[in-house]
């Protein structure tokens, strides 16, 4: 049904915010940038965990003989949420401190103010 649609999404998402990195100077597209791929993550673990036709993995709610879709890449992709929610955290709040530090989020500007 959704054949290889997922899996192409996620190579997308997964290029562009690769891109974004390479070529942005600013710290803050950069950090978005890092959200963007780890989405793109989250995406493919949800997409290996699918089952055509397949109901919720909950054993007494599914009934006997039916295809479930696999809990585990849920169970992984909701640990990557909270993993992604602390790194961009803390890379946000290193972001301000290069702000207060330096006066500008530009990395060649930061590199020529560094000396």
């Not at 696999?70 to 946000?92: E, K, N, S």
């Amino acid at each position: 049904m959704i054949g290889n649609a997922p899996f192409f999404v996620v190579g997308v998402l997964f290029l562009m915010g690769l891109v974004s990195i390479f070529l942005s100077k600013n710290l803050i597209k950069i950090a978005i940038a890092i959200s963007i791929i780890g989405s793109a993550v989250n995406i493919f673990l949800v997409s290996l965990g699918y089952r055509a036709g397949g109901n919720i993995p909950v054993h007494f709610l599914a009934g006997e003989g039916t295809t479930m879709v696999l809990p585990t890449p849920q169970a992984m992709t909701l640990t990557a949420i909270v993993i992604a929610l602390a790194t961009t955290a803390l890379l946000l709040s290193l972001i301000m401190l290069v702000w207060r530090h330096y006066g500008t989020l530009d990395i060649d500007e930061i590199r020529r103010l560094r000396g």
